[in-house]
Every structure is written in C-alpha cells, then in structure tokens.
C-alpha cells in the first residue's frame, strides 16, 4: 500500500524534512496543532500498531523514541507530547508514526 508518507519518501510530494537517514524521515506537520509538530516516519512500512510482527520492526518502534529523544536535543526542549496513532478508525495515513508536539519556542 502506498501512503503519502512512502510519497514523501520517494518525493513524490514536497515537504518539510527535518532529519533523515536510511530508517527514518521526520518532517513538519502541514496542519500543526503546537507551535512544533514533526511527524517520526519509519521507511519500512508499518500500517499500525497491530502490524508490528519481526524482530526488525520491534526494533523501528524502540529507535523511533531515540529519534525523539533526538529532537529534544535538537531543539533544546523538555516539554513534549507524543501521539502514536494506531487507533485504526482515526488513522489518517496507515503507516505508523510518532507526532512529536510542543509549545516551546524554537
């Protein structure tokens, strides 16, 4: 299945990219709901929590906390939210992903 995230990733579509490597893409919102908002985006596709299986996905889930843990230190911030939607009626885009929100000023 192709999301708009797999055409970010490809870029398909334009978009914000904060960070970037071989695992993960993290971009801004289009539609934030805090002054920070950054979507973590694993690249292997995972369309929600249920579908986490493989050792190897397992391990995309603990890395993307280090992603955040990243961004904090990027941003110098302590105050942050997470959502990690995988509430299947309410998933906009089936592919798992963290939102990383905070009010703090950047």
Request: neutral net charge.
């Given at each position: ?103 703090s000023a950047i």
């Amino acid at each position: 299945m192709t999301t708009i995230f797999h055409r970010i990733i490809a870029r398909e579509i334009p978009a914000h990219i904060i960070y970037e490597d071989d695992t993960y893409i993290v971009i801004k919102d289009i539609n934030p709901k805090m002054r920070i908002h950054r979507l973590i985006i694993p690249k292997a596709t995972i369309p929600n929590f249920h579908s986490i299986t493989s050792d190897s996905d397992k391990a995309i889930i603990r890395w993307l906390w280090d992603i955040a843990r990243k961004l904090c230190d990027h941003y110098g911030i302590t105050d942050v939210k997470f959502e990690l939607n995988s509430w299947i009626p309410h998933q906009e885009v089936m592919q798992i992903h963290l939102h990383f929100l905070s009010q703090s000023a950047i």
